[in-house]
């Protein structure tokens, strides 16, 4: 059983920043079994990739949030995070992280096995 579960979204104002988290939680070594992602879906838009990451700590980013968004595992806590600055109007979207078992460094949602529920990030004016 894989759990993924997400926190930190919230409401910001341009140029700003938030942190999210994801715990996974399974039996064994964590990371080592999965590569992690970040996805995320805008009403009435596909989900779309955001970053991936594997437990080398090599990372992935897709071209809309290159040198804006940072992730990053922490191994002995099991938690993927995804640091955003410079927050946009149009990164205003619920964010999932995702888990893959084959997979590594890909920002398709179809190879990733296990979802969190979401983490919703809004714009204030």
């Known amino acids: 059983q894989v759990q993924l579960v997400e926190s930190g979204g919230g409401s910001v104002q341009a140029g700003g920043s938030l942190k999210l988290s994801c715990v996974l939680s399974t039996s064994g070594n964590t990371f080592s079994k999965y590569c992690m992602g970040w996805f995320r879906q805008a009403p009435g838009r596909e989900r779309e990739g955001v970053a991936a990451?594997?437990?080398?700590?090599?990372?992935f980013y897709a071209d809309s949030v290159k040198g804006r968004f940072t992730t990053s595992l922490d191994d002995a806590k099991n938690i993927l995070y995804l640091q955003m600055s410079s927050l946009k109007p149009e990164d205003t979207a619920t964010y999932y992280c995702?888990?893959?078992?084959?997979?590594?460094?890909?920002?398709?949602?179809?190879?990733?096995?296990?979802w969190g529920q979401g983490t919703q990030v809004t714009f204030s004016s």
């Open positions: 990451a594997n437990r080398f700590g090599r990372t």
């Open positions: 995702a888990a893959s078992r084959s997979v590594c460094l890909s920002l398709r949602p179809d190879v990733y096995d296990y």
